[in-house]
Nanobody
Framework: QVQLVESGGGLVQPGGSLRLSCAASGRNFSATNMAWYLRAPGKERRFVTISEYLGTTLYNQAVKGRFTISRDNAKNTLYLQMNSLEHKDTTIYCC?????WGQGTQVAVSS
C-alpha cells in the first residue's frame, strides 16, 4: 500500500525557513515525477513545484527563487526547502505522486 507522509511544517516568522519532507512507502518512486501542492481551506489544491524524474524542476511563479524542491531516491523522500517565507505562504502543503496524496503538513508564517 502506497503511503505519503509529510513532515517539517510549523510556525515560523516572516523571512524564516522551513524544510518539508515527504516520505514515500509502498513502492519506489525514483522513476516518477513528484510534486508539492498547497491546500488552503475550502479551496482547490494549487501547484507549488514538481521534481521530474529526469531531473527537471518547475515552480509556481509565486515561490520561484524562494523554494527549492529536491529528492533522495535512495530514501524515497521528497523535500521542499522554503526560504524567505511570507505570510501568504501560510497553508497546508501536500506531496503528490501519481494518483497518491499525503495528508499534508501545516505551515504558518506569523510574527
Amino acid at each position: 500500500q502506497v503511503q505519503l507522509v509529510e513532515s517539517g511544517g510549523g510556525l515560523v516568522q516572516p523571512g524564516g525557513s522551513l524544510r518539508l519532507s515527504c516520505a514515500a512507502s509502498g513502492r519506489n518512486f525514483s522513476a516518477t515525477n513528484m510534486a508539492w501542492y498547497l491546500r488552503a481551506p475550502g479551496k482547490e489544491r494549487r501547484f507549488v513545484t514538481i521534481s521530474e524524474y529526469l531531473g527537471t524542476t518547475l515552480y509556481n511563479q509565486a515561490v520561484k527563487g524562494r523554494f527549492t524542491i529536491s529528492r533522495d531516491n535512495a530514501k524515497n523522500t521528497l523535500y521542499l526547502q522554503m526560504n524567505s517565507l511570507e505570510h501568504k505562504d501560510t497553508t497546508i502543503y501536500c506531496c503528490s505522486v501519481l494518483k497518491f496524496w499525503g495528508q499534508g503538513t501545516q505551515v504558518a508564517v506569523s510574527s
